[in-house]
């Protein structure tokens, strides 16, 4: 920013501004409206800084993003403002008022205005940044001769069959209690899959867990109509009795306690399942006679 005769009185030129945090964001859009010609150089590859990859300002605890996001568009969509990523400084000479810079910017690649950030790019340099596909996994241990067995034949049953992983889960649950992680790490490696696969859908479903549970599971219904009954202060009660919090296993594996999200047993409200076997509007004096016949 140079002023036009010497005197001051009719500003010329642009302003260089560097670095493209939000101290330079600000500072641009600042000068912009001031209807001054702004540079903004920032040498990585976006602007946005350290500020961009926050989740919350201290001390009020906003959201960074929610404060950084206006200020980016406008920074992007500001006329008077050009940015310039990847870009150096590589050499400033002159006086104050009337100083010249060189900024030098590192090939993309890639035509900026354009970029939608598909990635296509990425797959395809001939460069660098080619993706190498991931070792295969192999399980840390083997297979005992009964759980390759076990494994083996619920495998042949549904092999062929479209959609097999459901079934297959459903199976192998019904034959441990549960799904075992060195199982379906076997499972993942004979299917030629990853295990983040198969946890992706038994952590899904409900039914499905990755944990031993007692001989006898207990489930409370949390649902709105549930709990406007009371189903909290019935939780309260089985968790005293039983001697476990929710999603836990008593020591001598007789309970399982969950708490679930309906039962469909609305119209029974406070309602539990044990086994599957509904029990509506539970009295809380009723619980330990219920968990009696349950041995």
Known sequence: MTPGDGSGSAPIGSVLVLGGGIAGIQASLDLSAAGYRVFLVEESPTIGGGMARLD????????????ISPKLVGAMRDYNIDVLTMADVTSLSGEAGR????????????ISSKCTGCGDCWTICPVRNNAEPPPPFRPDKPLSEADAARLGGILARHEGQPG?????????QESYGYLPRFLLEHMACLWGLRPAELLRVGSFYDRFHFEPYGRHLVEICAGTSCHARGSGKLLEKLEKEIGVGAGETDKSRRFTLRTVRCLGLCALSPAMKINGQPFGRV????????????A
């Open 56 to 67: 919350k300002t201290f001390p009020t605890g906003d959201c960074a993003t929610c404060i």
């Open 164 to 172: 097999n992983i459901l079934p297959v889960l459903q199976e192998i």
């Open 99 to 110: 100083f010249v810079a060189e900024v030098r910017m590192r090939p993309r690649g890639v």
């Open 283 to 294: 009295d809380l004096d009723r619980v330990p006679e219920i968990l009696e016949k349950f």
